[in-house]
């Protein structure tokens, strides 16, 4: 797919120019905890290195590296954010440590090959805004063969779920409609005008978006009504870009609720901060975008619904075919395939379903 | 000031994609009616005529053109809602006489010139969007020197206005910089970094959200607490690109209400359809948006607040100094510079004010 670099720079990077925006990733305590005690807890992977860091943001990583007794750190930043992340630096005292470098870090030329590279990447369902292919593209060319990544590993998890968000979709969706037939009426009585046969596109357009849309979704645990399987595994430290365009998974989930209502799927993340196979963590740390009664974060969980949705019963089996492919307008957006097949404990199955989502 | 092409495509056109973008103008009774009328009360202007309709979207205007006789009709689309508007035409049995053309009106070659040129290229506050831009290009390159516009005329007008949205976005206001002090607090105490020196930009970057952001509001005409005034008349005949490129006001208004607070201050337009002087109409159409009890249209006014409020009087005079240029980043947004200088019935003059807004 073909990106037209000034369109994706206006429409993806803009936000991330706001320090409104940086605040909100700097007040998500899980991710925020996370990092930090990936960092701290590891000292032996800064001290007296040399750090690379993809995206600095307000250069929240960059400093915590520099107080972990990094030699250097490369903070790369394509917004003018990097403009506050220098002044905060200065302010931290971490001038002669932290360089911070405004540019793409496509575009970015360093000095020296670096001994880690630390980046916050992860989207919406880990991969959305596609932005680990520059993490990787930086992995490439800066970091040493012996180096480490942070994170070093990254999942995607899948789980059947229940919301009341999949009768309001579907309500708001039929008054939609509803409006539509009364707009068709009054646009042939008031101004002679039919336009019936814009119907078909019109109700394509809006299934799209009340029915096809994927959403943000903060769960409740208990509203995941069976088991959580994983859908892709990804080393850091390996994986290509060519690895990630794609997700394809065929998993299995069990109903674990007694009589509830299956109302679709909820997709998460979790990485994890291990280091390498030759320079482990002292000190394994994880951040986990699953539901939690406690620790939730700004990132949610992506929820694809079903409408309507079906009656299932503990013990249920699913077979999910789950499918994810950049979209072809951009490619920092996704579209997934969802097919399921459901035996009941009786063993009768179900009428398999699949639908399509967009992940916006 | 340089487009990108390709940014301003995907960023102003693609909400135009939508039809439920452009159901919502069909539904606006207000804009319907004049345009309606307009049309089928000038039939003389379109009878036996050739026709452009400038951004045809749905293709309405430009089906009207062709109900009240016209010969032909070539309706400009730069979406693929020209692909809608198409099947519409058809099915309205009008596709011996509409033409639909997809393609930026800049780019189409037409095989003739026109009698008249229809369109509906008014943004909020007239100017926003700046798509008048195109219809000049279209009229320069397309009218034949006899033609009529469609609409003939438009004004902008600015009058006092008192409104509670001045109290909440100043309460919102400090609510944000309330959370960012503990914000600072949190961030250093649980991840050892010092981020006030961020504080002043962070402050602008609110203000100007929650405070110079001018609002789009749909007033009550009791909100309006003085005269309105004119601030630019526009033929459309005769106007340039340059004309509009900003708008230069010095304006007086009498406060009419009596004990009151100035919140701030309300622009509108409204546009007439008078043919020209040469090939008047037989019927004068009016376009208003102004604030009315019964007849709101989706445009509504756009809003301009003071932080804090003043208090005002009936007969206290207020002189206004009003100037509107296009943003640097984006052609189809402007920034607004507003000074008033008030003098009460008593002769004292209150120490005036000078404010920035940005029409976003
Ligand atoms: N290719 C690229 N080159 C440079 N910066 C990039 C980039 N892609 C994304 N970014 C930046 O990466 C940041 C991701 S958000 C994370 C910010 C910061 N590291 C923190 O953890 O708080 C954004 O500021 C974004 O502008
Ligand atoms: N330069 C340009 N060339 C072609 N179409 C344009 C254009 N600038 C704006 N437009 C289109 O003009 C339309 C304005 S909205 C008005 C639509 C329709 N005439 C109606 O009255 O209902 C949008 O569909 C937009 O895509």
Redesign the pocket.
Known sequence: TVVDKDVDFANY?CT??FLYH?KE??CDRV?MDS?YNAVFDNKHHFDGKTVL??????G??AIWAGQAGARKVYA????K?SEHARKLVKANNLQDVVEVIE????DVTLPEKVDVII???MGYFLLRES?FD?VICARDRWLKPTGVMYPSNARMWLAPMRSRLADQKMSDHEGAMGDWFCFLDETKTNYGVDMSVLTKPFSEEQKKYYLQTSLWNNLHPNQVVGTAAIIKEIDCLTVTVNDILNVRASISSSISAEETRLCGFAGWFDVHFRGSKENPAQQEIELTTAPSEDYSTHWGQQVFLLHPPISVSKGDDLNINFSMDRSKQNHRLMEVELSCEIKQTSGKLLLPFRNKFYIE
Request: aromatic share 14%.
């Open positions: 990077f991330y120019g940086q990733m700097l991710r990092y860091d993809v995206g600095t943001g307000s929240i990583l790369v930043e394509a917004t954010m540019g793409s870090i496509e980046s916050e990447w932005m520059s």
